[in-house]
């Protein structure tokens, strides 16, 4: 049945609100939805705002005895054009939505000029979904320049969808969704917060993983165990640092070199709303430089009670802890208050503000080249099937600073000549483990090898298998088949 709507004229509303975001006032974050807001504006026509609805916002408009409309903030009292006195307010309430747009401010207290509207409006981000974009963040940015003079928020974050495992939407009807208390039981609510910042702003949705969230409580455990080894050498640490040059390790120069640039790093995802780049840099320098590398490195320095060591490494966990404590707050607090020395929370603590101020391109070149020839000695060592220390290592045009290492970090011996040996790849020098040792396992790898390789290698011979498998799916066999190969011909070499 035709009824009587109300509408809102839109023009001035729209351009003002395209205004502000071509200006910059407002910034998008995946730039691309910005598109999406502008192309809506550009073809919006007028809002009819009234809805036949038992509960809502009341439209603010009245009729008085005579038939005469009034649109008015406050009930009217007397009918300016015949004097009646006598009022019914229109029934229609006002559309979700419209009620939606006033959030900013109306919760803040507005119409009345609080302390807390004059505090929080405009707030910085508002951080929503796609799907909403031209339901209500479009109509919250007009009705703030309408009626508060400003826009409501400077930037926008559109997270990702996250979907089931098997690609469908989380459902309680079609029982497809993750209940979120369940997970932070079973891993910890850090766990879980740093698994979904890790991919917020996928550019694509994304398919839950329980296993990514599991993960991240082994980073967790992985944390509280470098502290414990940190805090659990002889002595107190000094705080201080003082000047790089007087660093004579190399794994100290280098450590505090990666600490800057994860720093950088960090920051710089956290300032963009490149989440995932924060998180996966903390991640990374926290378990594989610190932990695997670094920690690795001067266990014997923090075990004889080196204070060099005990200060680097103090200092580059207070400035991990500093680092995750936005993505994982809880755990970070908790091994904060253990520290020596910290009688404030974590959360007040200041933002670590290094710059550049340790990083030393030549400590890290030095360092790349140890990681690279001990992860070519144990990829040896795990083909020859020989035990996981021993050996005998010869470098060759190798300062002697990284053959130390290497051979700590390797756990070999290091001779100044050899005959045969397995040659390196990364750098002039040769390998060898003692004759003998590991030749069963050597074998039984060799098997496991061929004959994995040969089931691969069957599955691409098949026409069939390879008209019908997806292109990504024939890539990944490919591409294990040549891994394999490559071990297989590694583990050749040591006979």
């Known amino acids: 049945m035709i009824s009587e709507q109300w509408w809102l004229r839109m023009g001035e509303l729209r351009d003002n609100a395209i205004a502000a ?90 119409p009345d000029d609080t302390d807390d509207l004059k505090a929080f409006y405009p707030t910085d981000i508002n951080c929503t979904a796609r799907e909403i974009i031209n339901l209500w963040v479009s109509r919250m940015i007009m009705t703030g320049i309408e009626l508060m003079g400003d826009v409501p928020f400077s930037d926008v974050v559109i997270h990702c969808v996250v979907q089931a495992a098997d690609g469908r939407r989380m459902s309680k009807s079609l029982g497809t969704g993750v209940d979120p208390r369940d997970l932070m ?29 599991e993960g991240y409580r082994r980073f967790c455990t992985k944390l509280w165990n470098a502290e414990r080894l940190v805090l659990g050498s002889p002595g107190t640490p000094s705080g201080s640092l003082g000047s790089l040059e007087a660093r004579e390790h190399l794994e100290d120069r280098w450590i505090l070199s990666r600490l800057c640039v994860a720093a950088r790093e960090v920051t710089r995802g956290i300032e963009e709303f490149t989440f995932q780049d924060s998180v996966n840099t903390a991640y990374g320098f926290a378990w594989n430089e610190l932990c695997d590398w670094y920690l690795e490195a001067v266990k014997d320095r923090l075990r004889d009670g080196d204070p060099a060591a005990q200060d680097v490494a103090f200092f580059c966990l207070d400035n991990l802890l500093r680092m995750l404590h936005p993505i994982m707050p809880f755990v970070t607090e908790e091994l904060w208050s253990r520290l020596p020395g910290r009688r404030d929370y974590l959360m007040r603590a200041e933002w670590p503000d290094l710059h550049d101020r340790y990083v030393d391109p030549g400590a890290e070149e030095e360092f790349t080249q140890v990681m690279a020839i001990v992860d070519e000695v144990r990829g040896h060592r795990n083909a020859a099937g020989a035990p996981k220390r021993g050996g005998e290592l010869r470098l060759d045009e190798v300062s002697g600073t990284v053959s130390r290492l290497v051979a700590k970090l390797a756990l070999v011996t290091l001779v100044d000549d050899m005959d045969g040996g397995t040659p390196l790849a990364s750098a002039p020098g040769r390998v060898r483990f003692p004759s003998g040792q590991g030749d069963a396992r050597r074998d039984k790898e060799r098997k496991r090898l061929a004959d994995d390789l040969a089931k691969t290698q069957a599955k691409l011979d098949n026409p069939q298998f390879r008209e019908k498998a997806p292109p990504e799916v024939v890539a990944n066999l490919e591409e294990r088949a040549a891994g394999l190969q490559e071990a297989l011909d590694r583990l050749n070499a040591q006979d």
């Open 185 to 213: 039981t079973k891993y910890g609510a850090d766990a879980l917060r740093a698994w979904a910042t890790s991919v917020a702003m996928s550019s694509q949705d994304v398919r839950f993983d329980e296993s990514r969230v």
């Open 21 to 110: 975001s071509e200006a910059g006032r407002v910034r998008w974050h995946p730039e691309r939805y910005e598109r999406t807001y502008l192309d809506w504006l550009r073809g919006l026509r007028d809002w009819n705002i009234g809805r036949q609805l038992w509960l809502g916002h009341r439209v603010p408009v009245y009729r008085c005895a005579n038939g005469h409309t009034i649109v008015s903030v406050e009930p009217p009292t007397k009918c300016a054009e015949c004097g009646s006195e006598s009022f019914e307010q229109d029934p229609d309430v006002l559309d979700t939505w419209f009620s939606s747009a006033l959030w900013p401010f109306a919760t803040l207290g507005w």
